[in-house]
């Protein structure tokens, strides 16, 4: 494996755990700062959604058949939200026992990253956009589990399996029989992003008022991605 290739595997797990350890070594308590990160992220992620797979997964292909996939996998996100209660796009809003691994959680989540890891296979710009994504998830997600009741060897080890699914979907993305069903997936790819990166942009803040701030950072995040 030569080394561009070693980068689409290896980034996505640092990733994840460079979230993990600014949560460990910072214990952050402005939770603003995250927000803004997390705006600047869905708005970058959109972005390169637009710029990057959009025209690459109609091209050759049925129009209807790829839209189809892309509202599927708006669904899919939609439901794996019934049991993550919106953790990948930076809410947590889950009762977890006292050491017992959050299994649902954790399976939501893996899906999740699973379906994201299969478009930076061939399109290594999108890395850009997951990589941005998933520090402040992964920042947000730490700090749920490190004051959670769980045990630190539970923590480390579902923040470790987690790093480890966008990997895997890249990997499986390299399937000889992704040449025939690749830009399916990738079409269910584009609609989690879609859905996640909307919902990031355009929830209400505090009282729900717009600020000033989170507008400029979902500018930058646009004109950043269009320049890459």
Not at 206 to 227: C, E, T
């Amino acid at each position: 494996m030569d080394f561009p290739s070693a980068i689409i595997y290896i980034i996505p797990i640092l990733a994840v755990w460079v979230g993990f350890g600014f949560v460990w070594f910072t214990k952050p308590k402005n939770n603003d700062n995250i927000k803004l990160l997390l705006a600047f992220s869905g708005a970058f992620l959109l972005s390169m959604t637009f710029f990057e797979l959009l025209p690459d997964v109609y091209d050759g292909h049925n129009p209807k058949t790829i839209a189809l996939y892309i509202l599927g996998g708006i669904l899919l996100q939609v439901f794996l939200e019934f049991f993550s209660k919106g953790a990948e796009h930076g809410h947590m809003h889950f009762h977890l026992k006292e050491n017992q691994f959050p299994a649902l959680l954790f399976l939501s989540l893996s899906i999740h990253a699973l379906v994201e890891g299969v478009p930076i296979h061939d399109n290594d710009a999108i890395l850009y956009g997951i990589i941005i994504h998933k520090i402040p998830i992964a920042i947000i997600l730490s700090i749920f589990l490190i004051n959670s009741q769980l045990k630190l060897r539970t923590t480390l080890l579902f923040i470790g399996a987690f790093s480890l699914m966008t990997p895997l979907g890249s990997y499986i993305s390299t399937s000889p029989w992704m040449d025939n069903y690749g830009h399916l997936l990738t079409a269910l790819a584009i609609g989690v992003f879609f859905h996640i990166s909307t919902i990031i942009l355009f929830e209400s803040a505090q009282g729900h008022a717009f600020n000033l701030r989170k507008l400029v950072v979902i500018i930058l995040g646009i004109g950043i991605a269009y320049m890459v």
